[in-house]
């Protein structure tokens, strides 16, 4: 009776034993590339929750910081174009001068030399020009020879170059041939409209060749704002779009601009590139080397958004789980961008109408 009983315990015990090893396949997870299964009555499903889909209208905001620059054609740095001593100064610090109006005059013996060539090479000019005046009338009188005429042509060509030269010259200084007066200073000119935003001019002060600026001029009625946009969001942003602009300096104001350029040149550092900003100042509140918040702002499109703890991030970049069905979850590479209140911008990856999981990702992120 014993060895009965013991026979029939070792029976049941294999047969449990078969039973529990056909079960178990249907209660383990399973897992298929980027496919991962789970049964019915796993306790993970409860923690897995899902949402639709859907696009929304959505506005991107891309922010950066900049700094006010003066538009370089309308700032100018003026020095002596040649060693000097200043006689004499036309401007103050805060002047608006007009283009070509005189800011300082300066003595040099160079100028002496430019001035003393000119009346050395408008009278050869002058010789050289009745000379050939002579030769084709004695030409045309049958007592002058070919020969004589054809160099008088020549030297009047070579002097009369030489003479436009020198009044090219003189004209870059803006003085007049007619005018001059040798040992006269030079007169220096502004070669833009703008205000005197520095000024260094000291009377007697003799200044070399090549000695620093003693005036700047700026036209500051419009500006630059140079923002760094990193790479991920050049694609949000587009010439003439309208940005607004606020300075710490200045809160109770925003600025409106349009970008003008965006740069070709990536930094490889910073992985960003330079956008110029075309900003009015009529006020000149806006100040070169300030720092402002740049807010390049898009158009209004439908958009996809999911809640960021939807979105995971490995080596390989941004993922999400999709549900197939209420078993099946695939891990979908997406391509996301920032957003807002704890969404995310899907930019690839994924279309309106499949199911995401926002909840319970991290368990099925450990089965893999």
């Not at 306790?43 to 922010?63: D, F, H, Q, W």
């Not at 000695?211 to 969001?233: F, N």
Request: aromatic share 8%; with cysteine.
């Amino acid at each position: 009776m014993t060895k009965f009983l013991f026979l029939a315990a070792i029976v049941l015990l294999i047969s449990c034993t078969s039973e529990n090893k056909k079960q178990e396949p249907a209660n383990r997870i399973q897992i298929s590339g980027d496919t991962i299964i789970v049964p019915n009555n796993s306790n993970l499903l409860k923690k897995i929750k899902t949402i639709k889909i859907a696009k929304e209208p959505y506005r991107g905001n891309v922010s950066t910081f900049g700094i006010v620059q003066a538009i370089p054609t309308n700032y100018a740095e003026i020095a002596a174009p040649f060693s000097g001593r200043i006689t004499k100064s036309f401007v103050k610090l805060g002047q608006y001068v007009k283009k070509d109006e005189p800011v300082f005059a300066i003595s040099s013996p160079s100028i002496y030399e430019v001035g003393k060539m000119y009346y050395q090479v408008k009278q050869e000019m002058i010789l050289a020009e009745k000379n050939l005046k002579r030769q084709k009338d004695l030409y045309k009188n049958g007592v002058g020879i070919q020969k004589d005429l054809e160099e008088a042509e020549v030297n009047y060509e070579v002097y009369k170059r030489d003479y436009e030269n020198v009044i090219a010259s003189l004209k870059v200084y803006k003085v007049d041939p007619d005018e001059l007066v040798l040992g006269q200073p030079l007169v220096v000119h502004s070669p833009i409209s703008g205000t005197i935003v520095a000024n260094n001019i000291v009377i007697g002060q003799y200044l070399k060749e090549d000695a620093e600026p003693v005036v700047k001029v700026a036209e500051l009625s419009k500006v630059w704002i140079v923002g760094q946009v990193k790479e991920k969001d050049i694609s949000s942003i587009h010439v003439s779009e309208e940005i607004e602009i606020t300075a710490a300096a200045i809160s109770d104001k925003c600025y409106k601009g349009k970008i003008y350029y965006i740069s070709d040149l990536l930094d490889e550092e910073t992985r960003s590139v330079q956008v110029f900003i075309g900003c009015d100042n009529s006020d000149h509140s806006l100040k070169p080397g300030m720092y402002v918040s740049v807010g390049f702002i898009e158009e209004m499109t439908d958009n996809i958004l999911v809640p960021a703890s939807s979105v995971f991030q490995k080596e390989a970049g941004n993922f999400v789980y999709v549900a197939i069905d209420k078993n099946r979850f695939v891990k979908r590479t997406v391509s996301v961008t920032g957003a807002s209140n704890n969404r995310l911008l899907v930019k690839s990856g994924l279309l309106p109408g499949e199911q995401v999981v926002t909840s319970g990702g991290y368990f099925l992120l450990e089965q893999n």
